[in-house]
Structure formats: structure tokens, C-alpha cells
């Protein structure tokens, strides 16, 4: 099992997994995210390819319209 936190609450998965599918299994609507692991900004066509380790730090930020 690892540890990720994803908005500073921890989650268990079994292995080593990609954003893509972190997001998936959390039920994370993806329309209008930003992502960012270990502070770094990650784009959207590398969530498959960007695998998550033990204690990484995922931050989703979700835009919102205001006026």
C-alpha cells in the first residue's frame, strides 16, 4: 500500500498508480481541473503518463465562474 495525499487528505492504493487513474478511482470530475503534484503543474495529456509514489502530494484545483 502507499500513501497519497490528494488536497491534503491521505489515500491508500495498492501500488504505484498514474494521476489519470487516481482520479478515476476518487470519482474527480475532470472538467475544469488543474492538477499539481508536488507543486508541480501537470498537464492534462500527461495525467496517464505521470505515475504517483508513496507520499507524493496531489493539489486539484477547480475553476469557478464568478462575477
Partial sequence: ???I????????FLASISLQEI?????ISTN????????????KS???????NQN???LIIKATQGG
Fill in 5 to 12: 495525499k490528494v488536497n491534503n487528505k491521505e489515500h491508500q
Fill in 23 to 27: 482520479l478515476e478511482q476518487l470519482q
Fill in 32 to 43: 475544469g481541473i488543474a492538477v499539481a503534484v508536488n507543486q508541480n503543474i501537470i498537464t
Fill in 56 to 58: 507524493d502530494a496531489v
Fill in 1 to 3: 500500500m502507499i500513501t
Fill in 46 to 52: 500527461d495525467w496517464l503518463t505521470t505515475t504517483l
